[in-house]
Antibody
Framework: EVQLVESGGGLIQPGGSLRLSCAASGFTVSSNYMNWVRQAPGKGLEWVSV???????KYADSVKGRFTISRDNAKNTVSLQMNSLRAEDTAVYYC?????????????????WGQGTLVTVSS | EIVLTQSPATLSLSPGERATLSCRAS??????LAWYQQKPGQPPRLLIYDASNRATGIPARFSGSGSGTDFTLTISSLEPEDFAVYFC??????????FGQGTRLEIK
């Protein structure tokens, strides 16, 4: 059974940094597309970033230059380094895998999800 | 950036009824659209990908249709566990990727 478990969230002041981690089991992160998707409290969903199996990355404009996605193959984890945090970054951050179906793999259809970790940016 | 507009915002129906949810894109996304279900306190669940393909393990009562700018998620006969919030999501010309604002399906 695939499990994704996020950690590292918390309360942080504006301008601060935080590092989120996503630990996978029953699943190899290096063989899959891995994403971060966030959801502000009571709001909709926003895609944040993806890391491809080959290691290339993409970001939403709202976080480009501030957030960095990375992967540790030995630990089977994906991380999101978040710098220069703003109030509008407050959200539950989900780790989510891409989806493979019908013989094709899709980086940005989100199949397996973690339960999320809450990041609150406030003074 | 493509904007996805879902309607209605809230849909009130009874178990056994048919649900029809709409998602309209501000420009064509071809068939590159997915639907998700989200229940309170849970992450979303992928239901439909590429407009009309059911994801792994999704019951046959869920179906998707449409292409270009107009898409529909249909639940043929509502079960009690289907009452939730539904989001559409496009990957037409990503990045960026956008989601609709959601339709709340509530018990009448």
């Amino acid at each position: 059974e695939v499990q994704l478990v996020e950690s590292g969230g918390g309360l942080i002041q504006p301008g601060g940094s935080l590092r989120l981690s996503c630990a996978a089991s029953g699943f190899t992160v290096s063989s899959n597309y891995m994403n971060w998707v966030r959801q502000a409290p009571g709001k909709g969903l926003e895609w944040v970033s993806v890391i491809y199996s080959g290691g290339s990355t993409k970001y939403a404009d709202s976080v480009k230059g501030r957030f960095t996605i990375s992967r540790d193959n030995a630990k089977n984890t994906v991380s999101l380094q978040m710098n220069s945090l703003r109030a509008e970054d407050t959200a539950v951050y989900y780790c989510a895998s891409g989806f493979c179906g019908g013989g094709t793999c899709y980086p940005v259809y989100f199949h397996h999800w973690g339960q999320g970790t809450l990041v609150t940016v406030s003074s | 950036e493509i904007v996805l507009t879902q309607s209605p915002a809230t849909l009130s129906l009874s178990p056994g009824e048919r649900a029809t949810l709409s998602c309209r894109a501000s420009q064509s996304v071809s068939s590159y659209l997915a639907w998700y279900q989200q229940k309170p306190g849970q992450p979303p669940r992928l239901l439909i990908y590429d407009a009309s393909n059911r994801a792994t393990g999704i019951p046959a009562r869920f179906s998707g249709s449409g292409s270009g700018t107009d898409f529909t998620l249909t639940i043929s006969s509502l079960e009690p566990e289907d009452f939730a919030v539904y989001f559409c999501q496009e990957r037409g010309s990503w990045p960026p990727i956008t989601f609709g604002q959601g339709t709340r399906l509530e018990i009448k």
